[in-house]
């Protein structure tokens, strides 16, 4: 027990033995627990909002679809996310969102060389198959348009 749970636990006692009248304000100290109270509360409830975001959106298990051990849960009763907080939730998707722009970006620069490889054969079949001013002209517009694509970024 921490010091200010003592604390809270003595005002509590002190609490409990005091006369009542109608009408009579409240003591400060019963005031502050109060209000101790109602921050925990408030804490736990986003707390608890934030787990079942994060975990609704990194897939984490219904309730719902486990009736064997969760009889009557239904889609309100959200997300098992087990012993994670918050913090730890947040870690986990910082950690997905990292893991899925780099698959982005690797898929992006395969594209980029794809694209760049069918360009360069498409400016070799003008010119091999040209048989008039005409494939020269083309051939100048496919090295503008290899031009134009994304420089290919370091594999290193």
């Not at 109602?38 to 298990?61: F, I, K, M």
């Not at 486990?66 to 998707?93: K, L, R, Y």
Request: charged share 35%; proline share 5%.
């Amino acid at each position: 027990m921490s010091a200010l749970e003592a604390i809270i636990a003595r005002v509590r006692e002190k609490a409990r033995g005091r006369t009542r009248y109608y009408g009579q304000p409240p003591y400060p100290d019963e005031e502050l627990v109060a209000e101790i109270d109602r921050l925990r509360a408030a804490c736990s409830a986003t707390n608890e909002a934030v787990c079942q975001t994060l975990g609704r959106t990194l897939g984490y298990p219904k309730f719902c679809d486990d009736q064997e051990n969760f009889p009557g849960a239904t889609e309100a009763d959200g997300v098992c996310v087990g012993d994670h907080v918050a913090e730890s939730i947040a870690e986990e998707a910082a950690r997905k969102i990292d893991e899925l722009r780099a698959a982005e970006a690797a898929a992006f620069r395969r594209g980029v060389e794809a694209m760049r490889r069918k360009a360069k054969e498409a400016c070799r079949k003008v010119v091999v198959k040209g048989d008039s001013l005409d494939w020269r002209v083309a051939a100048k517009e496919c090295r503008l348009a290899i031009a134009a694509l994304p420089p290919p970024e370091d594999k290193g």
